[in-house]
């Protein structure tokens, strides 16, 4: 090849060789927008009972005690959900001067949470009925329990016990 | 007589078709047009704060929030392959959750898209093959959602940006 048919190879090569670097250029266009979003989750505890009224009847007597045996009840459940830290579940009754003994024991406590092995309802301050819930949601069985002596006679007693979530 | 008034009279619309004819005069330019390609995205603000409150007893996912408020407007003449992507400038801690969906007219939406993992340079398609002109006007959901376990989120400045291209 000429030298001048050389020079004007190269010439045409790079002029071919920008005209690809422009449309490059063409197509790397873009146009931006942006947008602040201020994000946050505050504290929740969330607690709910399934199972409705409850219907304890001592009807029952042990034929070797001769004492009433307990009625029970396992048909609620407990949901709860907490994102906080070291939380715990309370138990409380609105009966402060009860003479039936009402006991509770949470059972099958999914996930997070330890459960106290029974707590008894007198009317006192709350029972800490499952410990250590943190970040999360569980359920458990609850289980009512209730029991009287031949000596305490015969009678109707009605409790209104509250669950709470509250700090561990 | 009236053969010499016709004469001068023919003589002088002669001389004037004359005069007319050497005073004319043009001159021509070359005008370039060009239209240069055009990207434009604006948004119409920011969104109100996303905040979770509240939640179901027994599940973890608690209940999100959401915010409808902003609107989107682009502009382009490239082509039918202009899309729109989206990225956070850092991603979202584990056991929280953005999603955004832009409405598009021009496009193709790809609807509700989670962007918690994206970040600058990783963004993702929130509308694709749009057409070419305006679309104007069109609404930018945000959903945030969170888990029970991954506690709780004090408030926290996420950029989101949209990017609209080829």
Known sequence: MKPKTQNMARNLAGSILLLV???????????????????????????DLVGGEIDLQINRVSETTNQPLPAENAGSRLLWT??????KITVATNNTAARFSLRIIA????TSGSSATEV????????????????????????????????????????????????? | MKKSIFGITLLAACVLMINGAYAQASANQTVNLSVNTVYKIATSGNPGALTVTTGTAGTDALT?????????????????????????????????TLQLNLASSKGT????????????????????GIGMGADAGKSITYTFSALASAGTLTSTTKTVTLTLTN
């Open chain 1, 107 to 110: 059972k099958n406590v999914s």
């Open chain 1, 82 to 87: 907490s994102n906080g830290e070291n939380r």
């Open chain 1, 120 to 168: 008894i309802l007198n009317g006192d301050a709350p029972k800490d009925l499952i410990r250590s819930v943190s970040r999360s949601s569980g359920s458990c069985t609850i289980k009512y329990i209730a029991a009287a002596d031949v000596s305490e006679g015969t009678g109707t007693e009605h409790h209104l016990v509250t669950y709470t979530i509250t700090g561990g």
């Open chain 2, 109 to 128: 939406s790809a609807g509700t898209v989670d962007i918690s993992n994206t970040s600058t340079g990783s963004g993702v398609s929130v509308v694709t």
């Open chain 2, 64 to 96: 999100s929030v959401s915010d409808a408020s902003t609107t989107y407007s682009i502009t382009q003449n490239f082509g039918p392959t202009v899309k729109i992507t989206a990225n956070l400038d850092a991603v979202l801690q584990s056991g929280y």
């Open chain 1, 21 to 47: 670097n422009l449309t490059s250029f063409s197509n790397a266009q873009m146009s931006s927008a942006t947008q602040i979003l201020t994000l946050s989750v505050k504290e929740l505890n969330a607690i």
